[in-house]
């Protein structure tokens, strides 16, 4: 924590007044916000008790400036979405991308490990935070044209067999996902199976979600 770039954040928050919050995380450089932002996530954690103030916290900053594209990618642990996903979809802004166009979803399910149950942690929000927000989030391309799921194929190094839990709320998931997008684009099966042979992770359980997914035009 570096105490110059946070002086003035910690004063502010020490006064408990929401404007003063705001104008100051508004008007510091985009390093202070991260640091900020960082700050927060690390005190909650610290301190369960204080969990939802923190992240009270964090939903008011984001009211007044962007989530700052360069902590997109941070985002790659169920533990921080849980965190930034709330204030996120308060402040409309869990669909914002970083310049590969990747917004939080294609970063979390990339790298996401698989003991975390993810996959059902966020069925489950899809069915208890904004629906119409996080379900245009995950149907979202990045400029490779790749959906979080399709991510999630091509990156996520978990190669063994999910738990039936966490199997069905990727079932789960690929048909939200296909009741956004008009048009698969198939030919991503062929391109991520390329990408998983010289990756030497194309197992037959990958390609049994490869075919899944795309509806028999994997293989």
Wanted: proline share 3%; net charge neutral.
């Amino acid at each position: 924590m570096s105490n110059n770039s946070l002086t003035q954040f910690l004063l502010a928050l020490k006064s408990a007044d929401i404007e003063k919050i705001k104008a100051v995380y508004a008007h510091a450089p985009k390093d202070t916000q991260i640091e900020v932002l960082k700050f927060l996530f690390q005190s909650a954690q610290s301190n369960t008790t204080l969990y939802g103030h923190y992240q009270d916290i964090a939903s008011i900053c984001l009211q007044a400036a962007c989530f700052p594209e360069a902590m997109i990618a941070a985002i790659n642990s169920l533990e921080k979405f849980a965190f930034f996903s709330t204030p996120l979809i308060q402040a409309e802004q869990i669909n914002n991308l970083n310049p590969q166009g990747n917004n939080i979803l294609h970063i979390l399910l990339s790298q996401m490990p698989a003991k975390d149950n993810g996959l059902n942690y966020l069925r489950t929000l899809l069915h208890f935070e904004s629906k119409e927000l996080l379900q245009n989030a995950l149907s979202q391309r990045n400029t490779k044209k790749l959906t979080p799921l399709e991510c999630y194929l091509a990156f996520n190094s978990h190669t063994a067999p999910l738990s039936i839990q966490e199997l069905s709320a990727l079932l789960g998931l690929m048909e939200i996902e296909r009741r956004q997008i008009s048009t698969m684009e198939n030919h991503n099966a062929k391109v991520i199976e390329s990408h998983l042979i010289q990756q030497r992770r194309l197992s037959e359980y990958k390609q049994f979600l490869l075919a899944t997914y795309y509806q028999g035009k994997a293989g």
